[in-house]
């Protein structure tokens, strides 16, 4: 580190225009702030910067260069910082000068002004903040000299078809400043690699560079202008493709030197369609339905509610509900991954056994239980008595995962009786000679001939709700299988006739488009024992287009549709009456406020400290109780 009056003479390099950006840097770059923004000031080199710290608290910072950086700043100078604050109303401030402060000067700015929250950095302090970041050493720090300088910004980005999820690879000679780019993955984490390449090694992609003379403030609208440029270039010669574009980086145009790149953090990867009629929307736009005011997603979604949670409308007393599927990736889905392991404990927990015809005689006469698996393996037969918690049958529903030393395992309420029974067909089976099959050799068996024992997920559903909560999460660039969209109203009926009506579904399917399924149901409400007969209009197969363009579409379908979906409700239950909120608010329990979805309230309460247990208690907090209490 350069000594004190060294490091004074570097500060002196700075001129009144770069001080104030130079300071803007160490602010965001340095200290955390946000929203940083230089204002003109007078042409005595002094600038103010407006930001917010990483407390939320608006601040100042005044700005003051000295030509000379051997004379120490006067408190006239620091003192003129409270005038600033009363112009702009504000309590925290900080001083920035390259000149220096003296002691005295420095306990005075400090605790003459109770009430406001002063700091200050002078030349050596902002020395330290230079050399201590490699981001900001690199901007402004070249030998003697401290100040900006040319540097080459580079982005890279791949390019993914979303109609087959294969690569695109770009001729980067047709092209100005894009070049082929081989790189780690993770500068695109979360990442999802393709289904037709493997997932490991080094990325073959592309990249966008640039040599520019900047600021590190202006690097993300520099940056953004740079992505920009790519996909207005792309956009004319490629549609219905997906671009992610990894984490930037800073390079020394005058070294050959790997190790000189600088990945710039704080500015993450991002994901952008350009559809098929050229339109270009960021990926989580092109996912998720901008919806207006009229539509609302509740603000309160518990696990249980996630399957089914979707935009209501007041106006149209309806429900939008949105889904989409896309292949599997190994560890995405948590509850898939602990149900995954249950059935392989469950699988290595059953019996197995390969025998003859002759002997597979014996055990269907002599044997109780008989076994509940078979599969044919050359001239012999596998047989298999099931843990119960792999059986497809009504039992399945019973079965659940419990912990145990901090592991998941396969529970079902007859897995006692089955261990019991097993152990007895094991000394049968003995006594026959029959030796047991590995449980692993029949997993293999039983997925070589498309009946899994295990079973393995294709594709991961993800109601709308996960990609509103945890998009930032969700690996890119997305490939979807399938998206459904679904208009659902609740109809109340006066009449316990509607369970006998006779619906001819296809019908009034006939009266629909084709890309529109219907589906009707009539349930007794649980609590209010009222009838309400369920209708939803569901749009399958959605094509390439935005979220928000099916679901425009789609409400103006229903709001358009002849007959009216009143006419049609009617027609099948006289009498009933558009009921969705009531449904919602009596049956399901959730909370509508002010016009507000609130979604389903709820409580947490810690027990006292002398309890023994100290795990938190959950209340819902139902309206009609919300009611009752006021």
């Known amino acids: 580190m350069a000594e004190i009056n060294s490091r004074y003479k570097l500060s002196g390099s ?123 050493s690199r901007m402004w720090l070249h030998g003697s000299t401290l100040g900006m300088t040319t540097h080459c910004l580079l982005v890279p980005f791949i390019i993914r078809n979303m109609s087959d999820d294969s690569s695109v690879k770009l001729n980067t000679t047709q092209y100005k400043g894009i070049a082929n780019f081989r790189g780690p993955r993770e500068l695109f984490e979360p990442f999802r690699p393709s289904i037709k390449s493997g997932g490991i090694g ?116 309806a429900f939008l509900m949105y889904e989409l599927r896309w292949p599997y990736i190994t560890g995405s889905n948590q509850l898939v991954e602990i149900y995954k392991h249950s059935e392989m404990d469950a699988v290595n927990q059953s019996l197995f056994v390969a025998v003859n015809d002759e002997q597979l005689e014996l055990i269907h006469q002599d044997l109780v239980p008989q076994p509940d698996w078979f599969e044919s393996l050359g001239e012999e037969t596998v047989l298999g008595w099931l843990h119960p918690y792999l059986c497809q049958n009504e039992k399945e529903q019973q079965r659940s995962v419990k912990i145990e030393d901090g592991k998941y395992i396969p529970f079902h309420p007859e897995a006692e009786r089955f261990f019991v029974e097993a152990e007895n067909i094991r000394y049968q089976l003995k006594k026959m000679g029959i030796d047991e099959f590995d449980p692993a050799r029949a997993i293999h068996l039983a997925a070589a001939l498309a009946r899994p024992l295990v079973y393995t997920e294709t594709y991961d559903r993800a109601p709308a709700v996960q990609i509103l909560e945890y998009y930032d999460d969700i690996p890119s660039p997305s490939y979807l299988l399938d998206r459904s969209m679904t208009y659902l109203q609740m109809w109340e009926c006066v009449d316990e006739s509607v369970f006998d009506v006779d619906i001819d579904i296809r019908a009034l399917e006939a009266q629909l488009p084709d890309e529109l399924t219907l589906k009707l149901d009539v349930k007794m409400g649980g609590r209010t024992k009222r009838l309400f007969a369920m209708v939803m209009l569901t749009a399958k197969n959605i094509g390439p287009e935005s979220a928000t363009h099916h679901a425009n579409q789609l409400i103006n379908f229903v709001s358009n549709m002849t007959p009216s979906l009143k006419e049609i409700v009617e027609s099948i239950w006289p009498g009933a009456v558009l009921a969705t909120k009531r449904f919602w608010r009596d049956e399901v329990g959730m909370f509508f406020e002010n016009g507000k979805f609130i979604g389903r309230p709820w409580v947490m309460l810690m027990p006292p400290d002398n309890t023994t247990d100290q795990s938190p208690k959950l209340y819902i907090i139902r309206p009609d109780q919300l009611a009752e209490n006021k």
Request: aromatic share 8%; net charge negative; charged share 25%.
């Open 202 to 317: 080094d990325l073959l992609a592309n990249s966008i560079s640039g040599e520019r003379r900047l600021s590190l403030t202006e690097l993300p609208i520099t940056i953004a202008n740079m992505k920009q440029d790519v996909l207005q270039t792309l956009k004319g010669n490629y549609t219905g493709v997906t671009v992610r574009f990894g984490k930037p980086a800073l390079i020394n145009p005058k070294s050959k030197n790997e190790d000189d790149t600088i990945w710039i953090g704080g500015i993450e990867p991002e994901s952008y369609i350009i559809n098929f009629n050229g339109e270009i929307n960021t990926e989580k736009e092109w996912l998720l339905p901008e919806m207006g005011e009229d539509w609302q997603f509740p603000e309160n979604v518990s696990v249980a509610e996630v399957e089914w949670a979707g935009w209501f409308s007041e106006n149209h007393d």
């Open 14 to 136: 700075l001129n009144p225009n770069s001080l104030p950006i130079l300071a803007a840097d160490i602010l965001k770059w340095s200290l955390g702030h946000t929203k940083v923004r230089i204002l003109d000031g007078p042409g005595d080199g002094r600038r103010d910067i407006l930001s917010i710290t990483p407390e939320g608290i608006q601040h100042l910072t005044q700005c003051k260069h000295h030509s000379d950086d051997s004379k120490s700043v006067s408190s006239r100078e620091t003192d003129e910082i409270v005038i600033a604050l009363a112009k702009f109303g504000v309590k925290s401030a900080l001083f920035f000068t390259n000149g220096r402060i003296s002691p005295q000067g420095k306990r005075e700015y400090i605790d003459n002004f109770p009430g406001y929250s002063l700091d200050y950095i002078d030349g050596d302090l902002m020395l330290q903040y230079v050399e201590e970041s490699p981001l900001l």
